[in-house]
C-alpha cells in the first residue's frame, strides 16, 4: 500500500461519523446501514487514497468531474490566492468581481455562435433549473406564454433538483417522488444497441426524428418552449446517438421555434476532446449551453447557463412594470469559484489535455473494445474518456441479469479489491477517468476489468446463477 501523505486517519471513527450523520445522494439504504463508506481521504493526478492509505486508480474522476486530475498545486494556490484577496462577494444587480468577469469572457470565447453571456450557479442541477425558468421568461416577454413544454428523453440525466429530476428521463429515480405533472414530455433513447433487429443506424435515426416530429405535432409547436438534450448520454448509459442525430433534431428544433438546450455537463471540457463538444463534434449551434462539472474539475462547486444574444436581448430590455431580472442565488459568480473555473481552463490549454483525449481516446476505446470477448460483456460503448460496458445475460437476445443478480456491483467490487475504481449503474459499468489518463493508466484499467470480470463469471457459475 503507498500512502500518499503522512497524515494519519481515524478511519473508524470517520466511517461512524458519515454513517450516523451523512445523507449520501442516491444511497442504497439496504447496503448502507450494513457496509457504510469508504473514506476516500486524499488524490493525485488520476489516483485516490482511501483512510487507510490503500491505493485506487479513478477510473470515474470523482464523478465525470476531475478533468485535470486531483492534486493541481496550481489550482490550491489560485485557491489561496483568491481568498486571501477576495473570496466571496455577491454579484446582485450592481456588484461583481475580477474572476466572474473574466471567467464569463473566456467562456464567451470558448462557446460557439452567439453563446456570449453567462449566468452561474454551482453545479448541473441548477443550470438546467436556470435553463428552464430562462426560456419560460423569454417566450412570456415575447408574447408566446403557451409556450412552456419541454422536451425530453428516457434516460436522459439532467439533475436532481425538483425541476432538473423532472427533465430526468431515468424513471426508476422518479419513484417516490413527485415530478412536475404535465410539463416534460419524453422521447426515444437514441440507443443503437437496443434498435429493433434488422434496423441500419440510417433507419434507427430517422425513426427517432420521426418520433419528435410526431411529438411537435401532437403538442403543438406553439406549446413547445424547447429539447433538452445531452450530446452522449451520461448516466442513463453513455449513449452514443446514430450518426447525424444531433444535427437533425436541431434542425427540427430550428423549424419549429423550439429552442435547443445542449446539457455538456459531462462532455464538455476535454472529456470527448473538445473544450465544447456541440459544434466540433456534432455539429449543432444551442441557444443554451449548459456547464458544470469540468468547468472546475470539481475542485469547487461550479456551473454555468450561457444564453445566446438573441435571448439575452429579449430578457435584458427595460419593462416598464418591472426592470428586475428576478432570478438568482447568493453564490451566483462566486468569486473563489470563478477564479478556480479561471485557472482550470488555462491549465487545461497550457497542458493539451484535448489534444492528449484526441490521441489516447482511440486507443481506449480499442483495448475495452476487446472485454467484448466476453459472454457477460455485450457492448462496449462511448467515445474517448467517456466509456462504458454492458453486461448481459445472453449475447443473442441481449437479455439482461436479473436485478438482484447485481451484475455491474459485482464487477465494480471485484475492481475495488483489485485498486480501480469504476461505476455500476444496473447492468452497466461506466468508465470516465480524469484526462491525465495515459497509456500506462489505461493498459492497467483494461487489465484489472479482464480479471474482475473473469471472477465474476466464476462466482455466477459457483452460486448456479449463469452458466
Not at 438546467?128 to 426560456?135: E, G, L, P, S
Not at 429530476?165 to 437496443?194: K, N
Not at 418552449?225 to 446517438?241: D, L, Q, S, Y
Not at 464487477?411 to 495515459?438: A, E, F, M, Q
Amino acid at each position: 500500500m503507498k500512502k500518499l501523505s503522512q497524515s494519519k486517519y481515524d478511519t473508524q471513527s470517520l466511517w461512524k461519523k458519515d454513517h450516523d450523520h451523512f445523507i449520501h445522494p442516491y444511497t442504497n439504504f439496504q447496503k448502507f446501514g450494513k457496509e457504510g463508506s469508504v473514506i476516500f481521504a486524499e488524490g493525485k493526478d488520476h489516483f485516490v487514497y482511501d483512510s487507510d492509505g490503500k491505493e485506487y486508480l479513478d477510473g470515474i474522476a470523482g464523478l465525470w468531474c476531475v478533468n485535470i486530475g486531483h492534486g493541481r498545486q496550481e489550482i490550491a494556490d489560485c485557491m489561496r490566492e483568491q481568498a486571501m484577496k477576495l473570496a466571496y462577494y455577491n454579484t446582485f444587480e450592481d456588484a461583481s468581481s475580477p474572476p466572474a468577469a473574466e471567467l464569463a469572457a473566456k467562456l464567451a470565447a470558448l462557446a460557439p455562435g452567439s453563446l456570449n453571456h453567462v449566468f452561474y450557479g454551482t453545479g448541473g442541477s441548477m443550470a438546467n433549473d436556470t435553463a428552464i425558468k430562462i426560456i419560460h421568461y423569454y417566450f412570456n416577454l415575447l408574447g408566446k406564454p403557451n409556450k412552456k413544454k419541454v422536451i425530453s428523453r428516457n434516460l436522459a440525466y439532467h439533475g436532481s433538483t425538483y425541476l432538473a429530476h423532472t427533465l430526468t428521463g431515468i424513471s426508476s429515480t422518479h419513484i417516490g417522488f413527485d415530478m412536475v405533472e404535465g410539463l416534460v414530455h419524453y422521447l426515444s433513447a437514441p440507443y443503437p444497441y437496443h434498435r429493433p433487429d434488422g434496423m441500419s443506424l440510417e433507419e434507427f435515426c430517422d425513426q427517432l426524428v420521426i418520433e419528435f416530429a410526431a411529438k411537435i405535432q401532437e403538442l403543438g409547436a406553439e406549446n413547445i418552449a424547447c429539447f433538452i438534450a445531452e450530446p452522449i448520454m451520461g448516466a442513463g448509459g453513455v449513449i452514443v446517438p446514430p450518426p447525424n442525430y444531433n444535427r437533425r433534431m436541431w434542425e427540427l428544433c430550428q423549424q419549429n421555434d423550439i429552442l435547443f438546450i445542449a446539457d455538456e455537463v459531462v462532455t464538455a471540457f476535454g472529456r470527448l476532446g473538445h473544450m465544447i463538444a456541440s459544434a466540433d463534434a456534432f455539429e449543432i449551434q444551442p441557444d443554451v449551453l449548459v456547464l458544470a462539472k469540468g468547468l472546475s474539475s470539481g475542485y469547487v462547486p461550479l456551473g454555468a447557463t450561457m444564453i445566446s444574444d438573441e435571448i439575452y436581448d429579449v430578457i435584458s430590455t427595460p419593462k416598464k412594470d418591472n426592470p428586475y431580472f428576478s432570478h438568482g442565488f447568493t453564490y451566483s459568480g462566486h468569486a473563489l469559484s470563478c477564479a478556480v473555473g479561471l485557472k482550470n481552463i488555462e491549465v487545461m490549454e497550457a497542458d493539451g489535455f484535448c489534444n492528449h483525449v484526441l490521441e489516447h481516446g482511440p486507443y481506449f476505446e480499442e483495448m475495452l473494445k476487446q472485454l467484448e470477448e466476453y459472454p457477460i460483456v455485450g457492448e462496449v460503448r462511448g467515445s474517448h474518456y467517456m466509456l462504458c460496458l454492458e453486461n448481459i445475460a445472453d449475447k443473442k437476445t441481449k437479455t439482461p441479469f436479473a436485478d438482484d443478480i447485481a451484475i455491474a456491483k459485482r464487477i465494480y467490487y471485484h475492481c475495488k479489491n483489485r485498486g480501480l475504481i469504476i461505476r455500476p449503474i444496473g447492468s452497466l459499468n461506466v468508465l470516465s477517468p480524469p484526462l491525465t489518463y495515459d497509456r500506462s493508466a489505461i493498459d492497467q484499467t483494461v487489465s484489472i476489468l479482464k480479471e474482475s470480470i473473469e471472477a465474476t463469471m466464476s462466482d455466477l457459475r459457483k452460486e448456479g446463477l449463469w452458466h
